[in-house]
Nanobody
Framework: QVQLVESGGGLVQAGDSLRLSCAAS????????MGWFRQAPGKEREFVAA????????YYVDSVKGRFTISRDNAKNTAYLQMNSLKPEDTAVYYC??????????????????WGQGTQVTVSS
């Protein structure tokens, strides 16, 4: 069992930055990949970024490449999402997730069995 808690969301203006964090507890030795997803009102949840827990390999959706950076601190069982040059279209609830079904690609929500409660990110024009 893995429990996840996101934090760091807020209301910012376009062009500003935010840093989200995701703290994991429980059986963290089972983590293979930690991912970030987001969901805007009326839209489906979409992949944002992911990082492998052991090797630190990173993956990003094209729309955030060059603006967002995912990182992790294994000792603290925490992953981070640094978001720069935020745009109004980045507005969403952001969720972190831990994978269990590793046969799925890292960008697939089906890969992940454990989800945080979400943190709201709102970017105004």
């Amino acid at each position: 069992q893995v429990q996840l808690v996101e934090s760091g969301g807020g209301l910012v203006q376009a062009g500003d930055s935010l840093r989200l964090s995701c703290a994991a507890s429980g059986r963290t030795d089972s983590i293979h990949t930690m991912g970030w997803f987001r969901q805007a009102p009326g839209k489906e949840r979409e992949f944002v970024a992911a990082i492998s827990w052991s090797g630190g390999n990173t993956y990003y959706v094209d729309s955030v490449k060059g603006r967002f950076t995912i990182s992790r601190d294994n000792a603290k069982n925490t992953a981070y999402l640094q978001m720069n040059s935020l745009k109004p279209e980045d507005t969403a609830v952001y969720y972190c997730a831990v994978d269990r079904n590793i046969r799925y690609r890292v960008s697939s929500s089906y890969r992940y069995d454990y989800w945080g409660q979400g943190t709201q990110v709102t970017v105004s024009s």
